[in-house]
Structures are given as C-alpha cells and as structure tokens.
C-alpha cells in the first residue's frame, strides 16, 4: 500500500485542563477530498491549527509522504505544500486585495542589491485569479474592508488557487457565502481533486461538505469518532450518525 | 484601469484628505504671514520652520513606524534625552578618543540598543506596550538625570555637531532619511509588513508573518530614530541639557497624528506626518512672532492634538464614503 500524503497520528492537544484533541488520527491521500465534520469545539479547526504549525502539539506525531515532519511555523508546512483557507479568511482589512492574497509571500523585483515589492505583476496575477473565480470585486487595488464576506473568503481561496499546494485546507469555506460563492468553491475542490491534490474540508454542517468529498471524519469533542467512505453511507444516514454523537 | 473612470472630483477629493497637513501648513502660514508679514514671508524664516523640525521629526518618524505597526514608544522623546547625555558623557568625557564620523555612529547605535530593549518587552515577553514604554519613559528620564546632572557644552567633535547645527547640512540629510522610510514602507516586503501587522495582527501571523518579530525589530527602529534625534538636537542646540527632548512624545505624536496616521495601526504616509511636524512648526514660529508665553503655546499645542483627533476621525468617514466601491 503507498504512503498517504499525510498521517497524522495520536493527536493530542491540551488548552489548560481541557483536552482539546485527544488521540486523533487522520490520513489524506493525494486526490482524495476528506471532509472532517463536527460540531463548534469538537477540535477541527485546532486540528488543522496543529497541521500548519501554528500551534504546537502536546503528543502525537506527523508524517508528510511516510516520513516524519515538524511543524515549528506557516513556513514549515507551506515548504512542504500545506495551504490553508482559514474559516476567519486571516485577511487584514487595511490592505487592498491584491496585497492580501500575497501577504507572507510577497512577490519581488531587483532592482540593484535591493528587492522591492512587485505590486504590478501581483495585481495582475489576482485579477486573473478573482475573475477565475467569479468574484465580482470593484479592482484588486480596493481595500479589503470594503468587500463583502463572500468576497473575503474569495481572496483567501484565490490565495490557495495560486500557490497550487500538495494539500489544500478548507476550513468553513462556505459559511459566509453565497449559493453561487458556494458552487465556485465546489467547483474549486473538484478542480484541485483533478489535479491530485489533497483536500480538507473542515464543516460542521454536512449538507455542504457531503458533494464533494470521498470520505468523512466525525469529530466530537476532541476525538474522532468515524471514518466513513463516501460509497458506504448516504447523506441522511451520516446525519443521524452526527446528531447521535 | 478603473481608476480613471473614477470621476475627477472624487480623486480631487481624496487627494486634498490625504494630503490635508500639507493643506493646514499653507493655510496656515499664510494666516501668519498676513498678521506678521515682515517676520514670517523671510526665506530664513521658512527655512529655520523645517530647520527647526528635524530633530522632532525623527521622534515623529519612530512613533509613526510603530503606530502605523499598531503599537506606541511613549518613551522615544525621554530615550533621545539620555542617549545624547550618555553619548556625549562617553565622546566629551569617558572615552574622548573616539574620531569622527564615528563618533556620530555612537548615540544611533545607542539609541538602536534602547529601542531594541523595548523591543524585548513588547516582543518577547509581550508586555502592553502603553504600560512597557511608559515604564521605560521613567526611567531613561531618571537615568539622564543621574549620568549627569548639567549640561554639556563642549569636546564634541565639529562633525558631530554640523550634521545638526548646521541648516544646510540637517535639511538634506533629513529628507533623504524620509525619503528612505517612505520607499521602504511603501515598496518593499518589510514595510507591507509593518502595514499588515498593524492593521491585523492575528491573520498576519496565519499567513506567515510573526508580528512579535515585526515589534522587536520597529522598536528597535524606533530607537534607531531617537538615536538620529539625539545627534541633531545636540547639534541644534550645541549642546546636550539634562532636559534635552523632554515630554517631546507628545509633540510626536501630535505631529504623526496630524500626519494622518491612524491610532488604530495599519494607516499612514510617513511624509504627511513629517507634514505633520513642520505644521507644528509653523504653529510655533507664528506663536514666536507675537511672544506668546510658552505656556500658551502648550495650551494651543494642546488643542492641536485634539483637533488632529477629530479630523483624522472625519478624514477617515469621508475617505470611506468617497471609496466605497459602488457595485454590489
């Protein structure tokens, strides 16, 4: 059997007394669309916090392609082509949209011994990319503030269309949008999946994530509960397993 | 591009908000120059307002990089006032062997070590900076006074006091200095930084850039500045007093906020806020013409920060009004 993309395996994570991830395990295998659902604190979003590096586990350990990795920081995962859209869009609000989508990983020119910011080159790639995605933004030049939430959570997917990574995180992409923001983010993880690879969709409403994943892990209170293929259940049935949880 | 079918006026609009302290500064002057033209339309005139300015300005340049960070260096004017005292105690006195220009090297680096210790507090141990800076406020004030008492007015070197003392010699430097800050924040990686971290700082750190890293390295810029403002008041006033810079933070941050830059972070021109300054310069010289008491001028300086405050506010309601994008 090859290698998952990712294992991760006995997660553990403790915030103080409470146990926030107790003993989780999770594979991914490139192409293949995981959708991991629960309710608000069964540990999804701390999960993936731990994936990315942006905090530290207490136990377990992570495999990227069967060898063991740490993850000390964003940069650790992303060399490793880990991107995320987090449920909070992580945008920052006084920018305009194009330095968003490159924050972090801005793109530059030399000129002589300095590196200055290639603002031309990135407002064009984003334009691209938005219009790729449908959004209707005024210009990349606008701030963010001024975008809606539908628009928001464009740009950090657009951020994910760019950077093409090995694994692709969801987290709630689709709370905040609209029917149509929706079908272009399905469309999105069909497309990513096409290209092999990894996906993550991280909801705690199931109607959104059941279209386009191949499987499903159910969290509750920092454990995992199930790990069900797509072909093995159908949508009502997965929903009377979650309420019972 | 959809920026020229933005209607004319609009721009125009946008522009003279923007660039409003220029627009005070004019105004203004030529307020001034009406009452007081003898005094006030001399070239000297003008050219000892932003003369005078420069060593403010620099406390201006290190409070606005680290509002515009989102965070504040209460302690940048009382650090300038016991970095020139340490540093003219070790060139005049402790160590007079040291020659120009590296004796100019001393108070920046000087300074550079001060901000780099607030840096430490706001940074790693993650201090609020209010309370941190203003710790560090007391005691560079109550050090600068226990290195020495009294004023020093002699054993500099001719450098070491020209680069400050003299008109055509601090002008240039100071604008290209600005010149330098402007292009950094606005070009470069570092500076977009500053801007993202101010404005966000939690979605900044989920993208990759550590925002404690950002505050130890602007403090320590912050300090680089008190350090510059340090070398240029010494050589202004030929001489370091024990009260040198004193409660000047306040006149900094006057200035920054006239600038334009905002007390919320992420927002900001580095050149509207040296704008900044040189409006208070202005204030001061035209005050200057009358003999105002001192003691008026604070009064007035004082309803200065209080209207930069409500302009600033209805700067950014109407800029957001012109701005919002009319689709959708």
Redesign the interface.
């Given at each position: 059997m090859p290698e998952p993309l990712l294992r991760m395996e006995n997660i553990h994570k403790w915030f103080g007394k409470v146990h926030a991830l107790d003993g989780v395990d999770v594979e991914v295998n490139a192409g293949e669309v995981v959708g991991i659902i629960g309710d608000n604190g069964a540990g999804k979003s701390t999960l993936i916090k731990i994936l990315v590096g942006?905090i530290p586990k207490n136990e377990g350990r992570i495999y990227w392609k069967g060898e063991e990795v740490e993850m000390r920081?964003?940069?650790d995962s992303?060399r490793l082509g880990i991107e995320?859209v987090?449920q909070?869009?992580?945008?920052?609000?006084?920018?305009s949209v194009s330095?968003n989508v490159f924050?972090?990983?801005?793109l530059?020119k030399r000129i002589g011994p300095?590196?200055?910011?290639n603002?031309r080159t990135m407002r064009e790639h984003t334009d691209v990319l938005t219009h790729k995605l449908g959004l209707?933004i005024?210009?990349v030049?606008?701030?963010v503030r001024?975008c809606?939430g539908g628009e928001r959570q464009g740009i950090a997917i657009t951020r994910a269309m760019y950077y093409e990574a090995a694994l692709t995180i969801l987290d709630e992409p689709i709370t905040a949008l609209s029917l149509k923001g929706t079908k272009q983010v399905i469309e999105f993880v069909k497309h990513l999946k096409q290209r092999n690879i990894g996906v993550i969709v991280i909801s705690h409403n199931i109607g959104h994530v059941y279209s386009v994943a191949d499987r499903f892990i159910l969290m509750s209170k920092g454990k995992k509960k199930f790990n069900i293929e797509k072909n093995e259940v159908s949508l009502t049935s997965l929903e009377d397993i979650l309420i019972g949880l | 591009m959809d920026k020229q079918e933005e209607p004319k006026d609009k721009r125009l609009q946008l522009f003279l908000l923007e660039n409003l302290s220029w627009i005070l500064i004019i105004v203004f002057y030529a307020l001034f120059a009406a009452m007081r033209p003898v005094g006030m339309l001399k070239w000297k005139t003008m050219v000892f307002i932003i003369y005078s300015s420069i060593p403010l300005g620099f406390l201006v340049f290190g409070t606005g990089v680290c509002l515009i960070c989102g965070r504040m260096d209460l302690s940048i004017a009382e650090m300038a006032g016991f970095v020139a005292m340490l540093s003219a105690l070790i060139l005049t006195k402790w160590s007079p062997g040291i020659p120009p220009p590296l004796d100019i090297l001393v108070p920046i680096l000087l300074g550079g070590l001060c901000g780099l210790f607030n840096g430490f507090l706001v940074g790693v141990l993650s201090l609020n900076p209010f309370l941190a800076t203003l710790g560090t406020y007391m005691a560079f004030d109550g050090a600068t006074i226990l290195l020495h008492p009294y004023p020093i007015y002699e054993g500099f070197s001719n450098l070491y006091i020209n680069l400050g003392g003299v008109e055509y010699i601090a002008i240039p430097i100071a604008i290209a200095i600005l010149i330098i800050i402007q292009i950094i924040l606005k070009y470069t990686k570092f500076g977009n930084h500053i801007y993202a971290v101010g404005g966000n700082a939690s979605s900044s750190r989920m993208l990759g850039v550590n925002p404690n890293r950002m505050y130890i390295i602007i403090y320590t810029i912050s300090g680089l500045f008190a350090g510059l403002s340090a070398l240029f008041y010494t050589g202004f006033l030929h001489a370091v007093p024990p009260g040198l810079a004193d409660g000047n933070v306040f006149l900094a941050f006057a200035g920054a906020i006239i600038g334009g830059i905002s007390l919320e972070g992420g927002r900001g021109s580095m050149i509207n806020a040296f704008a900044g300054v040189i409006f208070l310069g202005v204030v001061e010289a035209g005050l200057a013409m009358f003999n105002v008491s001192p003691f008026f001028r604070k009064v007035v300086y004082g309803f200065l920060v209080v209207l930069a405050i409500l302009i600033n506010k209805y700067r950014s309601t109407i800029s957001d009004k012109i701005l919002l994008p009319k689709s959708s």
């Open positions: 942006l920081s964003i940069d992303r995320a987090y909070d869009q992580a945008v920052v609000d006084c920018l330095k924050l972090g990983r801005e530059t300095f590196r200055f910011l603002l209707d005024a210009t030049e606008q701030e001024f809606s | -």
